[in-house]
Structures are given as C-alpha cells and as structure tokens.
C-alpha cells in the first residue's frame, strides 16, 4: 500500500513562489507515474501535473506550463511541484497522486492548502 503525504503549503502573494512536497511510502511507488491535482473552492479537482516512473517526461495543464515544474527524486521517496509566478487563480487544495498496478490516480494525499492573494 502506497502513502502520501504532502507538504509546503501556505499563503503567499501574487507573482510569488511556493514548493510542494509529497512523501511517498510503501511499495513499488518508483514503478508508477506520479503527479498533482488540484481543487480550487466550489470546482472539481482538476489534473496539473504528471511524471513518468523515471522522471523521464513531465506532462502539465496548459494553464500553468511554463510557471510549474513537476520532479521526483525516487532514491529519497518525493515527488516536488516547484510553482513560480503563482497567481490567484492557483489558489486551490493540492493533491498528490500515485498511479498503480490496478489503474491511474489509485492513490491520493490528504492534500494542502495553497492561497495566493494579497
């Protein structure tokens, strides 16, 4: 059984910069492509980011390619969402995700908070 816990949230200004972390435990995530979420108030939780088992190719949502940077580390167990630029729209509860052997987005954290506003 896959665990994941994130980290890294908070309050930060428009145009500032915050890094997500997200703990993996448990077997075989390394096999897995991994990713992030996320839920802004009153919407449905939405794809951002995703990474290949290897780390070999990052996939994003349009609206923050180039703002956004998705990494694992699989020798320390994390997956990071490094978010520059961020604006008020980013403003949402961030999910990590973990893929499995039984389908994608088997796994989820409990999620952090993410508020950009001034």
């Known amino acids: 059984q896959v665990q994941l816990v994130e980290s890294g949230g908070g309050l930060v200004q428009p145009g500032g910069s915050l890094r997500l972390s997200c703990a993996a435990s448990g077997r075989d995530f390394n096999s897995y492509a991994m990713g992030w979420f996320h839920q802004p108030p009153g919407k449905e939780r939405q794809f951002v980011a995703g990474v290949t088992y290897d780390g070999e190719k990052t996939y994003y949502t349009d609206s923050v390619k180039g703002r956004l940077t998705i990494s694992r580390d699989n020798a320390k167990n994390t997956v990071d969402l490094q978010m520059n630029s961020l604006k008020p729209e980013d403003t949402a509860v961030y999910y990590c995700?973990?893929?499995?052997?039984?389908?994608?987005?088997?796994?989820w954290g409990q999620g952090t908070q993410v508020t950009v506003s001034s």
């Open positions: 995700y973990c893929d499995s052997i039984t389908g994608p987005y088997d796994h």
